[in-house]
């Protein structure tokens, strides 16, 4: 199998209809399988309007919710692909997006993690590529990102073409394609987190592992994403996702307290 693909949703079948029906429009390896995983509302994988597509194998699983990096595990223990990607339902994936990614993959074997250019349906381009966090960097985006423009611009990489590659610290988990090598290395998700944080813990162990994360500027995807965490200082306390984020960033921040970054990061040469 040369690319498996997982969809994670929690219950949103009209996203995986169209998330599949953008998949079976794209140029995919000759061996592609897909692997829709529910967490959610059991038994809405039935209620996905799909009707096949001959150029990928497409499995369903009903699982019971244990957080986002259990149920992506679930998907990529059973994957067999060479290539492996964590693909959101929310995401339209554009004609070329894993051609391309996948032909800068083989064109750099340190590279172990990629991902495209996001774009929100306004047009304009997402921040899912970021310089590691700081623990003041969570706080002040979920918060005031306004007031603090400095410090988002280093954070957020403000600065960055996005129609170029480049190493990157991390990438966002919406859209990423690992090779089996790496995941070999780096996996599986660490599922002491529930929702978030184990996108930015996974390209941390790919850099100390001797892998390099890439942002790849010609590959493309539609993000049509709400924000879950975004808020401000009252919403901490008022919405339950905002505080899953910061319990999930209190683990991470626990897990390399006192470890410094990768030395082959960018944000650290």
């Not at 929702?195 to 390099?212: K, P, T």
Request: aromatic share 10%; with cysteine; proline share 5%.
């Amino acid at each position: 199998m040369d690319l498996s693909i997982v969809i994670l949703h929690h219950g949103s079948p009209e996203e995986v209809s169209e998330n599949l029906a953008a998949l079976a429009l794209a140029i995919l390896p000759e061996k592609t399988e897909v692997l829709v995983v529910n967490n959610g509302e059991i038994g809405a994988n039935k209620k996905v309007e799909f009707a096949g597509s001959k150029k990928f194998e497409l499995n369903f699983f009903e699982i019971e919710n244990q957080g986002y990096p259990q149920g992506n595990n679930f998907g990529l223990k059973i994957a067999r692909g060479k290539f492996l990607c964590i693909l959101n339902p929310d995401v339209i994936v554009q004609k070329n997006a894993f051609k391309n990614l996948i032909e800068y993959l083989n064109q750099h074997p340190l590279v172990g993690i990629v991902a495209p250019r996001l774009v929100y349906p306004t047009g304009k381009i997402q921040d899912n590529y970021r310089v590691f966090p700081r623990i003041l960097d969570l706080i002040m985006k979920r918060t005031q990102p306004k007031i603090f423009k400095g410090r988002m611009r280093r954070y957020l990489m403000w600065d960055k073409d996005p129609k170029e590659s480049d190493a990157v610290d991390w990438l966002t988990g919406a859209f990423q394609i690992i090779t089996r090598k790496c995941w070999n290395t780096i996996g599986p998700n660490d599922e002491r987190f529930f929702l978030f944080m184990s996108d930015v813990d996974i390209c941390r162990l790919a850099w100390e592992n001797g892998f390099e994360v890439h942002f790849v500027g010609n590959a493309e995807g539609l993000h049509n994403e709400s924000r879950l965490s975004g808020g401000g200082v009252i919403d901490i306390f008022k919405k339950k996702v905002l505080r899953i984020h910061l319990k999930d960033a209190v683990k991470y921040y626990l897990k390399y307290f006192r470890r410094g970054l990768p030395k082959k990061c960018p944000s650290r040469n």
